[in-house]
């Protein structure tokens, strides 16, 4: 992702009021991309089973194709019908400093999780053999990389911006605010779907600081960029302690 030519720093690479042409065309995508990815969210487990396929490497690509894949695609078509193009309309430009960026929050974000509801678990040794070692390479890579870069295509990229400007005429800090909310509450509830009622604390805790965090900065930027990194870090820093 780079930043797109000629793009100053005046509020038009900020705001994403001027990224979406049609918003409410994209909203409409996202809500169809939502209910069809939490269907797979429910039924996938079922079906998966019933196909017969393992815990094993290409069982765990599947299930990051199949849950992750979507949203994607959702975001995708959103900008494409919603905006003058996919990558204006997302938000698609990058700068050194949102390294720094996503790197500092996520690191914030992660130390209140770890003070409230520590993590805990295994997902085995690092230095495993043979097909279990491949099998942590992927969901790794499926948790740090893949899941958060389509997450955010779709939560903040089309989901946040969108709503932001759909709602432009009530202010740039009102509908901001409402944008980063709306998109961090959808973004948790996906995340509990199949937990229902009984979701622990840290199910519900670690979307809310990751969807807020991301949700701010990009905001604030007006780039996805450092919503992408934030989701990044903040997922490396539970696989790392989940391994070590």
Known sequence: MT?????????????????????????????FTLVVDGALVLTWPGARANLGIGADALGALLDIVVIAGPLALGAVVAARVGGPGIRRALGLRFRAIDLALGLFVALIARAVLEIVQPTVG???????????????VVMALGAVLLVPV????????????????????????????????????????????????????????SPALVG?????????????????LVHVFFNLGGVLLLLF
């Not at 980063?180 to 779907?193: A, Y």
């Not at 807020?212 to 992408?228: C, D, E, F, K, Y």
């Open 150 to 205: 389509c997450e955010e295509l779709l939560f903040r990229g089309a989901l946040q911006r969108g709503l932001e400007t759909a709602l432009r005429g009530s202010g740039r800090a009102v509908s901001a605010s409402i944008a980063v909310i709306v998109s961090t509450v959808v973004f948790v509830l996906l995340h509990v779907l199949p937990y229902g009622a009984s979701a622990p604390i840290g199910a519900v805790l």
């Open 212 to 228: 807020v965090a991301s949700g701010i900065l990009v905001a604030v930027t007006g780039r996805l960029a450092p919503g992408i």
């Open 3 to 31: 930043k797109a030519p000629g793009s100053g720093s005046g509020p038009s690479s900020v705001s994403a009021a001027a990224d979406w042409a049609r918003p409410w065309a994209a909203l409409a995508v996202v809500a």
């Open 122 to 136: 295994s997902l085995g040794s690092p230095f495993a053999d043979g097909d279990q070692t491949l099998v942590l």
